[in-house]
């Protein structure tokens, strides 16, 4: 038995040891065709335009273009699902945020995968502010105004989102929790789709990343009446955040990163970090995300990962607590 068991010791080790030169060979010549990058929201949205801007950088950075697919349904589900079952050769790359990554798995009660063990993070790109805005047409000119109307017709008013369990979902849900508020919810199939409702009347606020909505906002067709961090946005220094307007305990920001499908090489994964964070670094890619609001992070797989761990506990928290759940 000790044999064996000796045996066994060896050949695992020398397994190890032999497989070590192909997983940098693999990095050496990685990439030598384009990357896909698997965003799990509609196009038009803050994700997506974040994905595009930084998969451009990152594609100029490998060599190879980093081309994006966009998958929206069951709130990322499938998305994540599909970037789960690729090959982990660096090749398949998910944009991973709050809603796939730590909040469907207490939120739909069906999901069988679990993304902080079906993946390996690579970097944490940004943090990002959300914005609760309504139409240049609302009846409502404040904060104040929609917290009014909502405490004296309660379930009345309504809201989109990017999506259940999405940040923009998430964000609202907190709000109305501790406001003590009501609201029907509109789930769409990212945050371009429903801004594009709210566009037509249908919807009375939405609360969603800076990116998805500053050009409706530069354009005057969507208002913003408050912001989700606890410090005033930059760009947006006339508007107050939802802390500072009656909830301070209140604070929500949308994060986005990558990460792999489990067991894609170290050297890939280091490979494609460095490339991210060289991208992030380049003025382009820099000034756009500032003035988007975005706090760029580029940090190491471990940190992302321990990042992620709080993330899926604070919100299962929550949603337990507040009763939200998805057949």
Known sequence: MLNRRLFCALALATASILSAPAAFAQADDYPSRPVKLIVPYAAGGGTDAIARLVANGVGEKLGQSMVVENNGSAGGNVASQQAANADPDG??????????MVVNPHLFKTMKL?????FDPVTLIAKSPLVLVVSKNSPYKSFADLVAYGKANPGELTYGSAGNGSA?????????????LEAVHVPYKGAGPALNDMLGGRGDFMVTTLPSVLGLMNSGDMVPLAVTTTERVASLKDVPTIAESGY??????????FAV????PAPI????????VEALAAPAVKERLEAEGAVIVGDTPQEFGDMMKAESQRWASFLTEAGISID
């Open 91 to 100: 090749y398949t790359v998910l944009m991973a945020n709050q809603g796939p």
């Open 168 to 180: 923009s979902h998430l964000a609202t849900e907190l709000f109305l929790s501790q406001a003590g």
């Open 248 to 257: 301070p305990d209140y604070v929500s920001a949308a994060w986005y990163g």
């Open 114 to 118: 679990d993304p902080l063990t079906a």
């Open 269 to 276: 994964v280091e490979k494609l970090r460095t490339a991210t």
């Open 261 to 264: 499908p489990k067991g894609t």
